[in-house]
Structures are given as structure tokens and as C-alpha cells.
């Protein structure tokens, strides 16, 4: 069965300096890969996804991930992090579903608290 | 452009009362639509996802059931909360295009205390 690990339960940068957000993952096929961010109390907002091609990929708010496929990971970097980037952040797998439901399967978070 | 909404965005509920969460999307056309809860400080738990009308899938067995009475219509029901029920309930949807594979999109939530 699919899985997502961010091993980071919490981090704290600061503003200014540069972030990476660890994500490994299991799955037997071709990954679908996400990383989505919370603030709090809000719905979670889609960063950025990764379905094929360039393994680097590009996203919102400056952010970026870089899938590595002999390593399993997908970890989410930024060169230089604002105070407005205190959030939870998620690491999703995309699995194949039942009648073609998209299922995602989601790490347990990574709390990103940005240092003055 | 697709919005989904969800209300009511914060409940507060004794033990053993009902519930009904709702959950609608516009501007899209058969979404397949999901149910998650997250808990306190944990990662989010899919509990029901829809690809139609009337088809409703579970995928954790518990006190909370879901239908989907219209096209863009989910709702999540419970007819006597548990105090476990208290937690962040958040609607979704998606498409899944012909060949591929689609991103998931977040309601707002809704902050349920149980008491």
C-alpha cells in the first residue's frame, strides 16, 4: 500500500534563509506526487504537483520540489522564506482509486514556524 | 471559475446529537468528491469519496455516514456524535480527466467540537 513520510514534524527557519521540507514516499507505480499548505484554521491549497517529465518542478509562492526516484523523495525547497510562510505543510501520494477516483494519501504534516 | 463551500464553518455539538456538514462546488461538472478529517496537530483521514450521483464509497468504518444527493452536493451525517468526532472536517473535489490524473481542491473546512 502507498505511503507518505515527512519526517519533520517541526521546523523553524529564519526569515530569510532557505527552507527544505523533507517528503519520502511508497508506492509500487508511477507516483503522483503533491505538496499542499495549510494555514490555520483554513482548507489546505495546492503548492505544487508533480504527475511526469522534468523532476524539478515549480509552484506557487516561490516554491519548489525535486522528485528523485532512486531516493523515493520529494522534498519541497525555497531559497529564502517570508514570516507569511509559517504553515502546515502536507506531502501527498496520488493513488488510483476505485471508478477512477482520485485518492490521495497524505503525510502527516511538517509545522513550519519562521524565526524574525 | 470552480469554488467549493462548506458550511457551517464552525459547530459546536453535545454527545449523542446529530450532524450534517455540507459541502457544495460550482463552475464543474461531475466532480468525484471527498470527505477528510483531520485531528488535532495529525495529518487528514479520508473518510468518503463520491464519483456520482447516489455512489458513495467509505473507507474507514465509523459513526459518520455520506451521501450525495445532487451533482455538486456532499454531505456528511452523523445520527449520534462521540466525543471522537471533534475535529477538522474538510471537503474536496476533483476531476479526473480521460488518460490522467487530477489534483485535489480544498474547501475552507469546518471545525467540529463535540462536548
Known amino acids: 500500500a502507498q505511503s507518505v513520510t515527512q519526517p519533520d514534524i517541526h521546523i523553524t527557519v529564519s526569515e530569510g534563509a532557505s527552507l527544505e521540507l523533507r517528503c519520502n514516499y511508497s508506492?509500487?507505480?508511477?507516483?503522483?506526487l503533491f505538496w499542499y499548505v495549510q494555514s490555520p484554521g483554513q482548507g489546505l491549497q495546492l503548492l505544487l504537483k508533480?504527475?511526469?517529465?522534468?523532476?524539478l518542478v515549480q509552484g506557487i509562492k516561490g516554491f519548489e520540489a525535486e522528485f528523485k526516484r532512486s531516493q523515493s523523495s520529494f522534498n519541497l525547497r525555497k531559497p529564502s522564506v517570508h514570516w507569511s510562510d509559517a504553515a502546515e505543510y502536507f506531502c501527498?501520494?496520488?493513488?488510483?482509486?476505485?471508478?477512477?477516483?482520485?485518492?490521495?494519501?497524505f503525510g502527516s504534516g511538517t509545522r513550519l514556524s519562521i524565526r524574525p | 471559475s470552480q469554488t467549493i463551500h462548506q458550511w457551517p464553518a464552525t459547530l459546536v455539538q453535545p454527545v449523542g446529537s446529530p450532524l450534517s456538514l455540507e459541502c457544495t462546488v460550482e463552475?464543474?461538472?461531475?466532480?468525484?468528491l471527498y470527505w477528510y478529517r483531520q485531528a488535532a496537530g495529525r495529518g487528514l483521514q479520508l473518510l468518503f469519496y463520491?464519483?456520482?450521483?447516489?455512489?458513495i464509497s467509505s473507507e474507514v468504518p465509523q459513526n459518520l455516514s455520506a451521501s450525495r444527493p445532487q451533482d455538486r452536493q456532499f454531505i456528511l451525517s452523523s445520527k449520534k456524535l462521540l466525543l471522537s468526532d471533534s475535529g477538522f472536517y474538510l471537503c474536496?473535489?476533483?476531476?479526473?480527466?480521460?488518460?490522467?490524473?487530477?489534483?485535489?481542491?480544498f474547501g475552507p473546512g469546518t471545525r467540529l467540537t463535540v462536548l
Open positions: 474536496a473535489w476533483s476531476v479526473f480527466p480521460p488518460g490522467g490524473y487530477n489534483e485535489q481542491f
Open positions: 508506492y509500487g507505480a508511477t507516483p503522483y
Open positions: 508533480y504527475f511526469s517529465g522534468d523532476t
Open positions: 501527498a501520494v496520488g493513488a488510483r482509486g476505485y471508478s477512477s477516483a482520485s485518492k490521495i494519501i
Open positions: 463552475g464543474t461538472s461531475n466532480p468525484n
Open positions: 463520491s464519483v456520482g450521483i447516489g455512489q
